[in-house]
């Protein structure tokens, strides 16, 4: 009886349900091990053949890795995040009498209650900039014109966190850069200034900026230059920019491009983005700091820019107008007007001259072109190498300080009118007899001699003082050789045949 009862006890239950549950838990793990061992197996084999990084490749990468550590420590300290306020004026409607008053004006023995009051608004900015000069306790920091031009208040912050009030210095709107300058006696480093006519496709290029707000502060991208020479920026500017994949964005515009020296090579401008607010797609574009180096002491010894004037308007010609010229493949810009009385005009450089290069120098196209001449000194000569009937020579012109007025007198512009030869496909657009003759008229410009005395766009230019325009050499030719005293046109409109008014010189 006692032995049942100790059988039959809680405490015998209790060991026997444990008991059970051991043997149940290693039975468990059996299993479990059982099922796990081909992975187990597969793992130790891949244990046993580790991939091996060779030495001399972690060399390379980790010696290219310092490098851009060194990059980023060497500039960032010197870039400086620009923070604006533009205050503007917006006058608020008086809703006085509504409706009728605000739509239909005051009613008779009324006051006019529509003008309201005006109101200031606050609209906030921001950039990038870098410091590229000291004097006596004055930092003075190259950045874009457009991220400052508007500014009633800048502040410029460097990495540190430190903020300083700054003050516009001067700008240079053709080239898109601007200077502000800050007072501290803490000592800033200074950008070392590279040499962009040495960047070459292929290069490494880092770009530096505060991109998309403050959230991203002082970023860091890597990439390469993709192309040189790049020419359409906005706002007519006249760089030939350095495009780059490094990724850039809003925010990042006055910040600097550098090389792998950490020398700036650039100042991050513009991107060109077919998405939604303009992110990047791998189309950053700088301006050459080389373009930038003449602006930065003329802006910090005088706060102005001076930009020297030829006197002639350029254009990088169409295929078939360089073919007709006899300058196809040859680099240059197109004098296609010269402004009467201009350094240009007294110098000799006539219309239809193809202008090779300044100096000596190259001129690319074009927009290189302009810049070359805005960077001479008003008061210096400069050899002009021109294509002229498909000869090339030296013209020597005393360069003169270029003004928005001077530049903008169509009256003195010389003929005023855009001309191209008659292929094939223009005289069936036109619907013209194929063996139809002249010029067309593309542009006449308003207020120019070939305005004032009555050619019109669409217009086909067959004489000039009464010799025959067969093609566009001998226009330009009779242009230099028969005009000097006074200018006609022979032309046909339509189905008449008429002539000009003569401009008298």
């Not at 006539?350 to 302009?370: F, S, W």
Request: charged share 25%.
């Amino acid at each position: 009886m006692k032995v049942f009862q100790k059988l039959s006890s809680k405490n015998l239950l209790v060991f026997n349900l444990v008991l059970i549950g051991i043997i149940f838990g290693f039975s468990l793990a059996f299993l479990s091990f059982s099922c796990s061992t081909p992975q187990a197996k597969k793992t130790a084999r891949a244990q046993e053949n580790p991939v091996i990084i060779s030495e001399d490749a972690l060399a390379v990468a980790e010696g290219l890795q310092t490098a851009f550590r060194s990059v980023a420590d060497k500039v960032l300290p010197s870039v400086v995040e620009l923070k604006t306020t533009s205050i503007r004026k917006q006058t608020i409607p008086n809703f006085n009498g509504i409706p009728w008053e605000f739509f239909f004006g005051p009613r008779e023995g009324r006051p006019d209650n529509r003008g309201g009051q005006e109101q200031e608004y606050r609209s906030q900015g921001l950039g990038s900039g870098i410091i590229v000069r000291h004097n006596n306790g004055t930092y003075y920091i190259l950045t874009n014109n457009h991220v400052v031009q508007d500014a009633d208040k800048i502040i410029a912050a460097t990495r540190d966190g430190k903020e300083y009030p700054a003050e516009l210095v001067g700008k240079d709107d053709r080239k898109d850069l601007a200077m502000v300058s800050i007072k501290t006696s803490d000592p800033l480093p200074l950008a070392v200034l590279g040499d962009s006519d040495a960047v070459r496709v292929g290069d490494w290029a880092i770009a530096m900026g505060n991109p998309l707000g403050e959230q991203f502060s002082f970023s860091v991208t890597m990439g390469i230059v993709s192309a040189l020479g790049r020419t359409g920026g906005p706002g007519g500017n006249i760089n030939d920019f350095i495009q780059t994949d490094a990724p850039i964005n809003q925010g990042n515009s006055g910040g600097p491009l550098v090389n792998i020296r950490g020398e700036v090579i650039g100042i991050n401008t513009w991107i060109a983005s077919n998405v939604s607010g303009g992110g990047s797609v791998g189309l950053g574009f700088a301006i050459p700091i080389n373009n930038a180096k003449r602006t930065v002491d003329q802006l910090i010894n005088s706060g102005a820019v001076s930009s020297g004037w030829l006197g002639v308007s350029l254009n990088d010609p169409a295929r078939e107008t360089a073919k007709d010229l006899g300058v196809e493949g040859k680099r240059g810009a197109f004098a296609s007007q010269v402004f009467l009385g201009s350094p240009a005009d007294k110098g000799g450089i006539r219309p239809g001259d193809y202008i090779t290069h300044v100096d000596g120098k190259e001129a690319r196209g074009m927009n290189q072109l302009t810049m070359m001449v805005s960077d001479l000194k008003p008061g210096d000569r400069a050899v002009f190498t021109v294509i002229r009937s498909g000869a090339s020579m030296d013209i020597s012109v005393r360069i003169e300080e270029r003004t928005d007025q001077v530049a903008a007198d169509n009256k003195k512009l010389w003929p005023g009118l855009y001309v191209v030869t008659l292929s094939d496909e223009m005289r069936e657009s036109l619907k013209l007899d194929k063996n139809a003759r002249g010029l067309y008229v593309g542009q006449v410009i308003e207020n120019t001699p070939a305005d004032i005395i009555g050619l019109k766009q669409g217009d086909r230019i067959t004489g000039l003082n009464g010799e025959d325009v067969r093609d566009l050499a001998s226009f330009y030719k009779l242009l230099r050789e028969k005009a000097d005293k006074e200018l006609w046109f022979s032309f046909t409109r339509g189905d008449s045949n008429l002539d000009t008014l003569k401009f008298k010189r």
